[in-house]
């Protein structure tokens, strides 16, 4: 399956945002930027997922699509979301979250990853 990275952030600064940037463009990786303040509908969505407006929340995607192709691992209920591994989603990574959550997803080699 073809996929690409979608993230779902805010116009607003956000730690979590920045870093999951950083980990994005260091592996110099492609993604599509939705943004929850922007996007009512993708506000929703993200509640939604989250049970918060949690971002990043970051999926992987068909190519041109901002839906993941398949319904993400359930969180418990009122269960922070940050760094929990969902399958084709993840919320609030940390780098090194994210490196493994890219790497498990063929998006870099095991060898590319630095655990920053």
Same mark, same amino acid.
């Given at each position: 399956m073809a996929k690409?990275?979608?993230m779902y952030l805010r116009t607003?600064?956000?730690p979590f945002v920045t870093t999951a940037k950083r980990v994005l463009n260091e592996h110099a990786?492609?993604?599509?930027?939705?943004?929850?303040d922007k996007d009512a509908d993708?506000? *929703?969505r993200v509640l939604d997922w989250t049970g918060f407006l949690s971002v990043p929340t970051i999926i992987v995607a068909e190519?041109?699509?901002i839906l993941p192709p398949e319904?993400?691992?359930p969180l418990a209920k009122g269960a922070s979301p940050r760094g929990i591994d969902r399958g084709i989603m993840i919320t609030e990574p940390?780098? *090194?979250?994210?490196?493994t959550w890219l790497h498990k997803h063929g998006f870099i080699p095991a060898d590319a990853l630095t655990s920053a």
């Open positions: 690409e990275i979608v607003s600064p956000c990786l492609d993604y599509r930027e939705v943004f929850i993708a506000r *929703q190519p041109g699509d319904t993400p691992a940390s780098f *090194q979250e994210l490196e």
